[in-house]
C-alpha cells in the first residue's frame, strides 16, 4: 500500500512556566480545514498557538515521513 498524506492539527496549550505543551493532535480532511480550526481555536482563547503539517503516511509499515509546515498560529515550538 502506497504511502497517503495527513494534515494534522497540532494544537499548543499553556503548561507550567509558560513552557508550551502539546494538545491532542487531529486529523483534517484538508489544510484549509486545520488553519481554520486553530483561527478559531486561537480566537476562542483554548489554545497559546497551534501548527498544520502535511505528513505521508505508510500504514502498512505504520511509518510516517518528514511534516511539512502548511500554517501556524500564535506561539509554537521552534522547528527542529
Not at 513552557?19 to 487531529?26: D, M, T
Not at 486529523?27 to 497559546?48: F, H, T
Request: aromatic share 6%; with cysteine; hydrophobic share 40%.
Amino acid at each position: 500500500m502506497p504511502a497517503t498524506p495527513q494534515i494534522i492539527y497540532q494544537p499548543y496549550l499553556a503548561g507550567k512556566r509558560g513552557a508550551l505543551q502539546a494538545g491532542v493532535p487531529i486529523v483534517c480532511r484538508s489544510s484549509e480545514e486545520g488553519l481554520l480550526r486553530a483561527e478559531k481555536a486561537m480566537n476562542g482563547g483554548s489554545i497559546v498557538g497551534a501548527r498544520v503539517v502535511r505528513v505521508w503516511h505508510d500504514a502498512e509499515a505504520d511509518e510516517f515521513g518528514d511534516p511539512e509546515y502548511l500554517g501556524e498560529v500564535g506561539r509554537v515550538p521552534e522547528e527542529a
